[in-house]
């Protein structure tokens, strides 16, 4: 069955420092989503991305956070300058053009600022 | 209650008895759908129901959506040990856009 795939599982970082979150969707899904979880906390929305652009985004997602797709398989999301509370679970998901409208999510990135 | 909230939060049975955990939601949706996570994995699909539906199956899962009463329901019957894991209802406004995800319910199933 076709998966999302998140790399690294887990990364730590020290504050201030920039981190790239990867993420492979399946290959035809068109829409793209970022969401994070803080530990014991609900799955937030972040931003989501179609045709080459952002096309909703939360009030998190502010002016440290950027998202590419810089070629034909994957999806990045940019953490420019970390603060400990960008510490949470990432998930990225995708969803095709279906009826269902069911995302398939990645096992997530645990990011860790110190 | 915000947006997607699920009832219990936390529900812990005998494997072989029924499951049922509750979401309540404010705002007007056009699906709800439920995920379940295993501790620190990522979320999976299990059910999508449309907004002019109000029952749905799979397996042993039964969902049904109430909109006059903003509520929806995710029954899991026969439940086994492998079932323990949170889960959460979540709640799409229009096609493509974002969930709105509840706090979630955690299962316990115990052999």
């Known amino acids: 069955e076709p998966e999302v795939t998140q790399t690294p599982s887990h990364q730590v970082t020290q504050m201030g420092q920039e981190v790239i979150l990867r993420c492979v969707p399946i290959s035809n899904h068109l829409y793209f989503y970022w969401y994070r979880q803080i530990l014991g906390q609900k799955v937030e929305f972040l931003v989501s991305?179609?045709?080459?652009?952002?096309?909703?985004k939360s009030e998190i997602f502010d002016d440290q956070f950027s998202v590419e797709r810089p070629d034909g398989s994957n999806f990045t999301l940019k953490i420019r300058s970390t603060k400990l509370e960008d510490s949470a679970m990432y998930f990225c998901?995708?969803?095709?053009?279906?009826?269902?409208?069911?995302?398939?999510f990645g096992s997530g990135t645990r990011l860790t600022v110190v | 209650s915000q947006q997607g909230e699920e009832d219990p939060q936390a529900l812990s049975i005998q494997e072989g008895e029924n499951a049922t955990m509750n979401c309540s939601y404010k705002?007007?949706?056009?699906?709800l759908q439920w995920y379940r996570q295993n501790s620190g994995r990522g979320l999976v699909h299990l059910i999508l129901?449309?907004?002019?539906?109000r029952e749905k199956h799979s397996g042993r899962l039964r969902v049904t959506l109430d909109t006059s009463k903003k509520s929806s329901s995710l029954l899991i019957t026969a439940s086994r040990a492998a079932d323990t894991a949170s889960y959460f209802c979540?709640?799409?406004?229009?096609?493509?856009?974002?969930?709105?995800f509840g706090g979630g319910t955690r299962l316990m199933v115990k052999p």
């Open positions: 129901i449309r907004s002019n539906e």
């Open positions: 979540a709640t799409g406004s229009n096609a493509g856009n974002m969930l709105t």
């Open positions: 998901a995708s969803r095709g053009l279906a009826n269902n409208y069911g995302y398939t």
């Open positions: 705002t007007s949706i056009n699906n």
């Open positions: 991305f179609y045709n080459n652009e952002i096309s909703e």
